[in-house]
């Protein structure tokens, strides 16, 4: 059974909430694998001069983790 890690990012958009999340689930897949999901769990903005400027999204990204043994015999390298 896999593992699931759970890491908390602020995403963040001039043009929308929905954008902010896009965004930060797109640039956080770039660097960890196994995205498996998104929770949305704020949402907020900056507000200047009474109009909206940037839109921020607080989400918890879900990823699996790897077992180590998915590591042994890779590239030729022997883990003991």
Do not use: C
Not at 3 to 11: D, P, R
Request: a negative charge; proline letters at 1%; charged letters at 20%.
């Amino acid at each position: 059974m896999p593992i699931v890690k759970v890491v908390e990012l602020v995403g963040t958009s001039r043009e929308s909430w929905q954008d902010a999340v896009s965004s930060a689930v797109k640039e956080v897949s770039e660097s960890l694998r196994h995205v498996t999901g998104v929770d949305v769990v704020r949402q907020t903005a900056q507000v200047v001069d009474g109009n909206i400027t940037e839109y921020r999204a607080t989400i918890h990204v879900a990823f699996a983790v790897e077992h180590h043994s998915h590591l042994l015999g890779v590239a030729g390298v022997s883990v003991t």
